[in-house]
């Protein structure tokens, strides 16, 4: 019964800034390591960065400088702050967050999606 809800994606001009949150909720026991991908049309989903428990992390090069993730341990939230944004960076941004599950060991689920699409 865990679900993953993200939101602030949307439509902004070349150079500006947004913030994606993706917050789980349920039943909860631990969370590992968060990462956000992000998926293109008629393009493979890409890892853009990872953050892990200890607050480590790691970028794609396409982004590094730019973006930023953050997490909330205690909201079980993970952020992605996004600026210079780039036409490049448009596409469906998905949250990844691995989770401890009693029975099945550690085990990854994903947000819905949130359209980030950027313009010239």
């Known amino acids: 019964q865990v679900q993953l809800v993200e939101s602030g994606g949307g439509l902004v001009q070349a150079g500006g800034s947004l913030r994606l949150s993706c917050a789980a909720s349920?039943?909860?026991?631990?969370?590992?390591?968060m990462g956000w991908y992000r998926q293109g049309p008629g393009k493979q989903r890409d890892l853009i960065a990872t953050v892990g428990n200890g607050g480590s992390s790691n970028y794609a090069d396409a982004v590094k400088g730019r973006f930023t993730i953050s997490r909330d341990n205690v909201k079980n939230t993970v952020y992605l702050e996004m600026n210079s944004l780039k036409p490049e960076d448009s596409a469906i941004y998905y949250c990844?967050?691995?989770?401890?599950?009693?029975?099945?060991?550690?085990?990854?689920?994903w947000g819905q999606g949130t359209q980030v699409t950027v313009s010239s």
């Open positions: 990844n967050l691995q989770m401890w599950m009693p029975r099945d060991g550690w085990l990854n689920f």
């Open positions: 349920g039943d909860i026991l631990r969370i590992n390591t």
